[in-house]
């Protein structure tokens, strides 16, 4: 009978050990893969990154699909310099601004053209000189 008791706890122990586990996996996918997080456009989760398209930044053609790969140098918020590659439908106007969204595991997930007067103010200077 004491082995019954026994054995009974250690039931327990891992059907708590396995419901702790789902809540886990489950508050993980909500905080991690909110769908609005995932939504390209949408900054939420995103760092944001400013960069110019020089004379020189003419984009990769890639194969007849009438896409480009561009990989510039480009700054956070606060002027912080990083590498980034993202691809284009079109080939960037020389001398445009671009605001990049970039998330932690896919990289840039959306661009857009911006003014020189909506870039940061320590972007704005890297730029207007």
């Given at each position: 009978?004491?082995?019954?008791?026994?054995?009974?706890?250690?039931?327990?122990?891992?059907i708590?050990?396995?419901?702790?586990?789902?809540?886990?996996?489950?508050?993980?996918?909500?905080?991690?893969?909110?769908?609005?997080?995932?939504?390209?456009?949408?900054?939420?989760?995103?760092?944001?990154?400013?960069?110019?398209?020089?004379?020189?930044?003419?984009?990769?053609?890639?194969?007849?699909?009438?896409r480009?790969?561009?990989?510039?140098?480009?700054?956070?918020?606060?002027?912080?310099?990083?590498?980034?590659t993202?691809?284009s439908?079109?080939?960037l106007?020389?001398?445009?601004?671009l605001?990049?969204?970039v998330a932690?595991?896919?990289?840039?997930?959306?661009?857009?053209?911006?003014?020189?007067?909506?870039?940061?103010?320590?972007?704005?200077?890297?730029?207007?000189?």
């Amino acid at each position: 009978m004491l082995k019954q008791l026994k054995g009974s706890g250690n039931m327990k122990k891992s059907i708590l050990g396995i419901s702790i586990g789902l809540i886990v996996i489950v508050a993980f996918s909500i905080f991690f893969y909110n769908p609005h997080k995932l939504i390209p456009d949408n900054p939420e989760g995103k760092s944001r990154f400013y960069t110019m398209i020089g004379n020189d930044d003419n984009g990769e053609k890639l194969g007849d699909n009438q896409r480009y790969k561009y990989t510039l140098e480009a700054f956070d918020e606060s002027g912080k310099k990083k590498i980034l590659t993202f691809n284009s439908s079109k080939q960037l106007r020389k001398g445009a601004y671009l605001e990049l969204y970039v998330a932690s595991f896919r990289g840039v997930t959306y661009w857009q053209e911006i003014q020189l007067n909506e870039l940061p103010e320590p972007i704005k200077s890297k730029y207007s000189k």
